[in-house]
C-alpha cells in the first residue's frame, strides 16, 4: 500500500506543474476572443490553487492500474468517479459552473460521455496491438513446430 501511495505522489507531482500553465494558456484565450477582461487576485489564486490540485489528483489517479487485486472495471469506475468529482469541485470553486440542477447534469453528461469515448479510443488502441501481437506470435509457434519436424 505505501507502494501505492508512494506512486501517486510521484505521478501527482510530475504533472500537477503543467495545470497553471493550461491554465494560464486558457485564460489568454478567453481574454484574447472577449469572453474575459479582468481577473481579481482571488480568481487568479483559486485558479492556480484549484488546477494545480486537479493535476495532481489525475496525474496520480493513473496509479489505480497498478493495483493487481483490482479488476480493470473496478479500476476504471474508482478512476472515473475521483476525476469526475474532482473536475467539478475545480469548475464549481472557480465559478466556471454554476451550481443547479442542469447545469450539474450537463458537466455529468458531458464528463460521462467523453470519459467513455476516450476508454473506448484506448480499447481500441489496444486491442489493435494485442492482435498484432497475436499474430507474431503465432507466426512465430508455426516457425517453431516447423523447425521441430524437421530436427
Not at 481579481?40 to 490553487?49: D, K, S
Not at 465559478?95 to 458537466?107: K, Q, R, S, T, V
Amino acid at each position: 500500500m505505501r507502494k501505492i501511495v508512494l506512486e501517486f505522489f510521484h505521478r501527482g507531482l510530475i504533472v500537477c506543474g503543467f495545470g497553471p500553465i493550461i491554465l494560464a494558456i486558457i485564460y489568454m484565450i478567453l481574454q484574447k476572443n472577449g469572453v474575459l477582461d479582468t481577473l481579481t487576485v482571488n480568481q487568479v489564486c483559486i485558479g492556480i490553487f484549484s488546477i494545480y490540485t486537479l493535476a495532481f489528483i489525475a496525474g496520480g489517479m493513473n496509479v489505480v492500474y497498478q493495483i493487481e487485486r483490482l479488476p480493470l472495471m473496478v479500476a476504471i469506475l474508482i478512476h472515473g468517479v475521483v476525476l469526475y468529482f474532482a473536475y467539478l469541485v475545480t469548475y464549481l470553486l472557480n465559478d466556471w459552473l454554476e451550481a443547479g440542477m442542469m447545469p450539474l447534469l450537463i458537466f455529468t453528461v458531458i464528463f460521462v460521455v467523453g470519459y467513455l469515448v476516450i476508454w473506448a479510443i484506448i480499447y481500441a488502441i489496444i486491442k489493435g496491438r494485442t492482435e498484432k501481437l497475436n499474430v507474431l506470435l503465432g507466426r512465430n509457434n508455426k516457425e517453431q513446430r516447423e523447425r521441430k519436424q524437421y530436427e
